[in-house]
């Protein structure tokens, strides 16, 4: 169900646990991800019971989530289904935490805080009562409260209305945000078909996708800033292109040096996504990214690609200094020319001392971001190296 602009304004301002003043702006895609996984975790986690860690996104923390979580709730007048704390997991796995507990229950300056704590572990659950805080986080009591995949009615409800709005809204490109720069939602959706195209041509219309910080093209050029991943993915279902039938990020029975933070999603393909990335579609869509290609760096190979162009770095020197500027470009986004990010200018001493290149003096190293310069024009690469208050790469996207 679609609510109107103003009653989802209305319903956004409300949101206290959402750490913004305006109407209509973008949310985080990790706080997205722990509303949204919520409203509907009894799905998207085959089970029963939940807690905090399941809602907590790649790079997120426990605590914020449930910070973010129990805040909105509370504020929307529900609660967490049968809401409990396993103590005695807590007192197995972190004996050290739970004896400071008690030393804080003990303590005979008690406080709000201390109390909070000594209901959680006499049983004493009342949600409105123990909305989570630092006490908790400090004292790793976070991973131990668990409760139903069950969503309250009026949460239900009144979320319900207001993720259906959000993701409607995200779709048709209403949404704002004056500090960052996001992708229009039909790149976002093309990025996403581009991700999913080698999945189905290798296994059908189901199969297992993963994305975030442990895959290979994140290792290999970090994950993109302007790319919401779970917004595109929910707003794919919602426009019915694929369901998402699971979604987790750590896996129960690996251990934990094996795990890998990446978003595991079991999904199924429809028709729609499939006729809408035939071959003949394919086409277009290689045609019009070739229009507006992203120049890569693959910094294992020193391999620069852009527009079907390469440039493949041999020297050892100049390809220790080009990974070191482009940990810390900046990037301008050439439509409008906004600085989507600052990025740190080396001065020239500090960027040598930092490269570790005892033979490498001022002189050279003009030399090499000279020669550097040159074979970015030559090539066609939308970048340049910039000496000016320090040494600074500048990309354009």
């Given at each position: 169900?679609?609510?109107?602009?103003?009653?989802?304004e209305d319903f956004f301002e409300n949101l206290h646990a959402i750490?913004?003043?305006?109407?209509?702006?973008?949310?985080?895609?990790?706080?997205?991800?722990?509303?949204?996984?919520?409203?509907?975790?009894?799905?998207?986690?085959?089970?029963?019971?939940?807690?905090?860690?399941?809602?907590?996104?790649?790079?997120?923390?426990?605590?914020?989530?449930?910070?973010?979580?129990?805040?909105?709730?509370?504020?929307?007048?529900?609660?967490?289904?049968?809401?409990?704390?396993?103590?005695?997991?807590?007192?197995?796995?972190?004996?050290?935490?739970?004896?400071?507990?008690?030393?804080?229950?003990?303590?005979?300056?008690?406080?709000?805080?201390?109390?909070?704590?000594?209901?959680?572990?006499?049983?004493?659950?009342?949600?409105?009562?123990?909305?989570?805080?630092?006490?908790?986080?400090n004292l790793q009591m976070m991973e131990w409260f668990e409760f139903?995949?069950?969503?309250?009615?009026?949460?239900?409800?009144?979320?319900?209305?207001?993720?259906?709005?959000?993701?409607?809204?995200?779709?048709?490109?209403?949404?704002?945000?004056?500090?960052?720069?996001?992708?229009?939602?039909?790149?976002?959706?093309?990025?996403?078909?581009?991700?999913?195209?080698?999945?189905?041509?290798?296994?059908?219309?189901?199969?297992?996708?993963?994305?975030?910080?442990?895959?290979?093209?994140?290792?290999?050029?970090?994950?993109?800033?302007?790319?919401?991943?779970?917004?595109?993915?929910?707003?794919?279902?919602?426009?019915?292109?694929?369901?998402?039938?699971?979604?987790?990020?750590?896996?129960?029975?690996?251990?934990?040096?094996?795990?890998?933070?990446?978003?595991?999603?079991?999904?199924?393909?429809?028709?729609?996504?499939?006729?809408?990335?035939?071959?003949?579609?394919?086409?277009?869509?290689?045609?019009?990214?070739?229009?507006?290609?992203?120049?890569?760096?693959?910094?294992?190979?020193?391999?620069?690609?852009?527009?079907?162009?390469?440039?493949?770095?041999?020297?050892?020197?100049?390809?220790?200094?080009?990974?070191?500027?482009?940990?810390?470009?900046?990037?301008i986004d050439d439509r409008g020319g906004k600085i989507a990010k600052?990025?740190?200018?080396?001065?020239?001493?500090?960027?040598?001392?930092?490269?570790?290149?005892?033979?490498?003096?001022?002189?050279?190293?003009?030399?090499?971001?000279?020669?550097?310069?040159?074979?970015?024009?030559?090539?066609?690469?939308?970048?340049?190296?910039?000496?000016?208050?320090?040494?600074?790469?500048?990309?354009?996207?």
């Amino acid at each position: 169900m679609k609510m109107s602009m103003k009653k989802s304004e209305d319903f956004f301002e409300n949101l206290h646990a959402i750490d913004t003043n305006e109407k209509n702006t973008y949310l985080p895609d990790g706080n997205f991800y722990t509303l949204w996984k919520y409203l509907n975790s009894e799905r998207l986690t085959g089970g029963k019971t939940l807690n905090f860690e399941n809602l907590t996104p790649i790079n997120g923390q426990e605590y914020m989530s449930a910070t973010i979580l129990t805040q909105t709730i509370n504020k929307l007048g529900g609660e967490l289904i049968n809401l409990n704390f396993n103590k005695d997991l807590y007192l197995k796995f972190s004996p050290k935490a739970y004896d400071a507990a008690l030393k804080l229950i003990n303590d005979k300056n008690k406080g709000l805080q201390p109390k909070k704590v000594e209901d959680v572990l006499s049983g004493k659950i009342d949600f409105g009562n123990i909305l989570i805080n630092a006490t908790y986080a400090n004292l790793q009591m976070m991973e131990w409260f668990e409760f139903s995949t069950k969503v309250h009615k009026k949460i239900e409800n009144k979320l319900g209305r207001f993720i259906d709005d959000y993701i409607d809204n995200f779709i048709e490109d209403k949404l704002i945000d004056y500090e960052k720069n996001y992708y229009k939602f039909e790149k976002q959706k093309q990025i996403t078909f581009n991700k999913l195209r080698p999945y189905i041509e290798k296994y059908g219309n189901r199969f297992l996708f993963e994305y975030g910080k442990d895959t290979d093209e994140a290792n290999l050029y970090g994950l993109d800033a302007h790319y919401l991943f779970i917004h595109s993915l929910s707003a794919l279902e919602r426009l019915k292109y694929l369901n998402i039938d699971k979604l987790w990020i750590f896996e129960m029975m690996t251990p934990p040096n094996e795990q890998t933070e990446n978003y595991k999603i079991r999904m199924s393909i429809n028709q729609k996504l499939i006729e809408e990335i035939s071959p003949e579609q394919n086409k277009k869509l290689e045609e019009a990214q070739s229009k507006k290609d992203t120049l890569r760096f693959d910094p294992l190979n020193g391999l620069f690609e852009y527009n079907g162009k390469t440039y493949h770095i041999t020297s050892k020197t100049r390809l220790a200094l080009i990974k070191k500027l482009w940990q810390e470009q900046k990037t301008i986004d050439d439509r409008g020319g906004k600085i989507a990010k600052k990025g740190f200018p080396f001065p020239k001493e500090d960027l040598l001392r930092n490269l570790d290149i005892d033979s490498l003096g001022k002189n050279e190293l003009l030399r090499e971001i000279k020669e550097l310069n040159r074979i970015f024009r030559k090539k066609g690469f939308p970048a340049r190296i910039e000496i000016k208050g320090g040494v600074l790469l500048i990309v354009k996207i």
